[in-house]
């Protein structure tokens, strides 16, 4: 051991010494338990004071390189590999813990991976069952589609000119009035709700919403630092929305068709009454209108139809109804916004899926897209009157819910609030996956979001079985307590 230090650098000699010993490390030249020499014989061969190998030495000791024994003298860690790995890899748990965006609920996180396992029972999955695409009539779609050499390119940044101009003249029928200058198609509404999020509103914004929201198990707003307030929709509402924004900026996000997750449906006149209010106090609308198409009856018009001064930001998607995996939504509203948020799409991915969009435009143009939705809405139908003989049949007295109105949900209400996460757990365990209460609102321990859309017809036999049987369980261990 003939090294010593280079007293004509510009590196300070502890340092020198502390980056000498970490190699004699990496290469193995001093494994794990190797005892060093003491500080008084170190000092001599690298020829500095006994005090800067002193301090050489207890910065090794902490990075965990080397451990003291008291009355033995300096060592090697056994971890000292692991010590090494960490002092020169980026602490990338650091960067996570610090980053922008907030994580899942863990609960969203186990919802998220296990819904990937074909043996766990979806109970709470809020998309079709492939039974329910149209998977052959969307492969003769493309056996039928042409492409042209500028089609596959990327597209302008609204998104593709003739599929702007056919959503414009299918919400047409839905009473709203809308040219492709106003229409960005988006890669879902999740994707509206963070370009607009980090488009339109600064930093302590507003987001005003129902208590129970499906905003609360994503954070599209959260994570660039919105306050979410849940209000409710009472005859103070104008009042409430003026002494809670103040000088605030604010927006209201509403899904008054088929609310995700209790499936409500609004009556026009609360849509008047939450157009009005809003209107009074300045504050814009977001209209997630995904689920209207899934109604059982006729469905009255949406908000945005009653919009007369661009109040109004509509979101619509073919996600809920002909495929997820298309990610295809839209976004409608005044043309400056519009071309806002288009502008901030393109620095982020350049624009939705090229052949997406031209499936969308071959299904809106052809007519197929409405021609499946009638057969669409009667085999969910059909679901939900399976699913609620089911609940008729053995949670009567068990728990409440409201007889679907259309799309995927039935907001179950038990009786006693049994749904936490050990709940969660206990079905989990038995590959029963739920989406319970809590993710929508933090404290709601009646409910569960109960999908029909999803499991098979034997799954959801052999789901409420187990789910009725878990219930009772948590119910007699709770009343022995």
């Keep these: 051991m003939s090294w ?144 042209q050499p500028k089609t ?23 009473g709203i009035d809308a040219q492709p200058q106003h229409v960005c198609i988006v890669s879902g509404a999740l994707q509206a709700l963070q370009l607009i999020a980090v488009g339109l509103l600064e930093q302590g914004s507003i987001v005003f919403q129902e208590p129970t929201s499906y905003l609360n198990s994503v954070h599209p707003f959260q994570s660039v630092g919105m306050r979410m307030i849940g209000i409710q929709r009472n005859e103070q509402l104008t009042q409430t929305l003026a002494q809670r924004k103040r000088k605030k900026q604010a927006v209201f996000y509403a899904i008054p068709t088929l609310q995700n997750p209790t499936g409500d449906v609004w009556a026009l006149q609360e849509k008047k009454q939450l157009y009005e209010a809003c209107q009074a106090s300045r504050i814009p609308i977001i209209e997630d209108d995904v689920y209207h ?116 949900y039935i907001w179950l209400k038990f009786r006693e609030p049994l749904v936490d996460k050990d709940f969660f757990m206990k079905l989990l365990q038995q590959q029963v996956l739920i989406n319970p209460g809590y993710i929508y609102d933090p404290q709601d321990h009646h409910h569960i979001r109960l999908s029909y859309a999803y499991a098979s017809y034997d799954e959801l036999l052999e789901g409420l079985q187990i789910l009725h049987k878990c219930v009772v369980e948590t119910m007699i261990g709770r009343n022995k307590e």
């Design 4 to 147: 010593q230090p280079n007293r004509q650098s510009n590196m300070p000699l502890q340092q020198q010494i502390v980056q000498w010993v970490t190699a004699q490390v990496e290469r193995g030249d001093w494994a794990a338990g190797t005892k060093l020499p003491t500080q008084r014989q170190l000092a001599m061969q690298f020829d500095v004071n006994r005090s800067t190998v002193q301090q050489a030495l207890e910065e090794l000791k902490a990075m965990g390189i080397l451990e003291a024994k008291v009355g033995s003298g300096v060592y090697v860690t056994h971890n000292s590999w692991h010590a090494l790995i960490q002092q020169t890899q980026p602490n990338w748990q650091t960067y996570i813990e610090t980053s922008i965006y907030k994580p899942n609920y863990h609960t969203i996180q186990l919802i998220n991976e296990y819904e990937q396992r074909d043996d766990v029972i979806r109970l709470g999955t809020g998309e079709l069952a492939p039974s329910l695409l149209p998977i052959e009539e969307i492969e003769a779609s493309l056996r039928e589609l042409s492409f």
């Design 152 to 174: 596959l390119s990327y597209s302008s940044p609204q998104g593709n000119d003739r599929l702007r101009a056919a959503i414009c003249h299918y919400v047409q029928k839905r």
């Design 293 to 408: 198409e899934l109604l059982f009856e006729e469905a009255s018009p949406p908000i945005k139809a009653m919009d007369s001064s661009g109040q109004v930001l509509y979101i619509g998607s073919v996600s809920k109804t002909l495929s997820p995996g298309l990610r295809i939504g839209w976004l409608i509203g005044p043309t400056t916004v519009i071309e806002r948020l288009a502008d901030i799409k393109m620095q982020t991915d350049y624009g939705s899926s090229a052949i997406s969009q031209e499936i969308v435009l071959n299904w809106l143009q052809s007519g197929k897209y409405e021609n499946h939705l009638i057969g669409l809405r009667q085999r969910l139908q059909e679901r939900a009157d399976f699913t609620e003989r089911i609940l008729q049949e053995k949670f009567k007295t068990l728990a409440n819910w409201n007889k679907p109105k259309g799309g995927f």
